[in-house]
């Protein structure tokens, strides 16, 4: 088992940045992939960044390319998002979640959630 916990989140104007954190619970071996998703009210949850851990490529929703980085710290056990130039439209909870399928954005890679951080971006 491996509890994620999420951080950072908070509200901002348009423009603006944050940096959220996922830190998990123990050491990630036996995890291939780690991912941010979001999930806004009434919509369905869906996949912002994804990393491998080992090979470090990442994959982008095109919604957000150019604009969020995904990246984590192996000692740390921690995953990170950057987010900047943000926008009204990514306005959200964002969940972390971690998985031993190769990476996707689709949620079925993923075995283990977080509780979500909730980010505000008003115009």
């Known amino acids: 088992q491996v509890q994620l916990v999420e951080s950072g989140g908070g509200s901002v104007q348009a423009g603006g940045s944050l940096r959220l954190s996922c830190e998990a619970s123990?050491?990630?071996?036996?995890?291939?992939?780690m991912g941010w998703f979001r999930q806004a009210p009434g919509k369905e949850r869906e996949g912002v960044a994804a990393?491998?851990?080992?090979?470090?490529?990442?994959i982008y929703a095109d919604s957000v390319k150019g604009r969020f980085t995904i990246s984590e710290d192996n000692a740390k056990n921690t995953l990170y998002l950057q987010m900047n130039s943000l926008k009204p439209e990514d306005t959200a909870m964002y969940y972390c979640?971690?998985?031993?399928?190769?990476?996707?954005?689709?949620?079925?890679?993923?075995?283990?959630w977080g509780q979500g951080t909730q980010v505000t971006v008003s115009s």
């Open positions: 979640a971690a998985g031993s399928r190769y990476c996707a954005l689709s949620r079925g890679q993923y075995n283990y």
């Open positions: 123990r050491t990630t071996v036996g995890i291939v992939c």
């Open positions: 990393i491998a851990l080992r090979r470090g490529s990442t």
